[in-house]
Nanobody
Framework: QVQLEESGGGVVHPGDSLRLSCTIG????????LAWFRQAPGKEREFVAA???????LYGDSVKGRFTLPRDNAKATAYLQMNSLIPEDTAVYYC?????????????????????WGQGTQVTVSS
């Protein structure tokens, strides 16, 4: 059984940085894809970023150039490094895993590519 552990949310000011982490637990996975989605109140869930086991990365248009998604394969952990935060980044952030790495790159923007989801962590950007 796959378990996702998220951490790192909080309240920050515009222009600040914040790092979220998501660790895949349960057993050892050699190939895994992981993504971050977010959902603000009254809005639909939005794709933020994804990392494929091969090293390919995808970013949503609204975060491109500000967010990065490094991964540590030995720790089965991916990080969402968020820089230059703006109030529009305020949302609950969810990590999602395709633990067996079966999804193709082009599908990683869709929540349908992921079987397992974290509990969500709140990020609030406010002055």
């Amino acid at each position: 059984q796959v378990q996702l552990e998220e951490s790192g949310g909080g309240v920050v000011h515009p222009g600040d940085s914040l790092r979220l982490s998501c660790t895949i637990g349960g057993r050892t996975f050699s190939r895994w894809n992981l993504a971050w989605f977010r959902q603000a109140p009254g809005k639909e869930r939005e794709f933020v970023a994804a990392t494929k086991w091969s090293g390919s990365l995808l970013y949503g248009d609204s975060v491109k150039g500000r967010f990065t998604l490094p991964r540590d394969n030995a720790k089965a952990t991916a990080y969402l490094q968020m820089n230059s935060l703006i109030p529009e980044d305020t949302a609950v952030y969810y990590c999602a895993a395709d633990a067996l790495g079966r999804a193709i790159l082009s599908s990683l923007r869709s929540p349908d590519a992921y079987k397992d989801w974290g509990q969500g962590t709140q990020v609030t950007v406010s002055s």
